[in-house]
């Protein structure tokens, strides 16, 4: 399994970014796939998630800004990142739930500064 991120950056407050996550190793539209972050000094902080169906769920730090997202044909989820805040500064990292397991990427860094 194989989960690659991409779409970071730095953005000005009240910006938008839309982070990729490209995966590979497993069949990706059957599972279950998600956001984590982590900010410097704080623990890792669940997202967003979304399931095979397409339901899907958000922190409250983030709803009605973030939209999760899956193209199944390309195997790559999404998360549209809009009226960014300074305290979405963080490390952004794709998850995948695979019976048995969760897999991680390597993360993409967001920081949201004037």
């Known amino acids: 399994v194989q989960l690659v991120e991409s779409g970071g950056g730095l953005v000005q407050p009240g910006g938008s970014l839309r982070l990729s996550c490209a995966a590979s190793?497993?069949?990706?539209?059957?599972?279950?796939m998600g956001w984590y972050r982590q900010a410097p000094g704080k623990q890792r902080e669940w997202v967003a998630v979304i399931i095979s169906g397409g339901g899907t769920n958000y922190a409250d730090s983030v709803k009605g800004r973030f939209t999760i997202s899956r193209d199944n044909a390309k195997n790559t989820v999404y998360l549209q990142m809009n009226s960014l805040k300074p305290e979405d500064t963080a490390l952004y990292y794709c998850?995948?739930?695979?019976?048995?397991?969760?897999?991680w990427g390597q993360g993409t860094q967001v920081i949201v500064s004037s």
């Open positions: 190793g497993f069949t990706f539209s059957i599972h279950t």
């Open positions: 998850t995948a739930s695979v019976p048995g397991r969760d897999y």
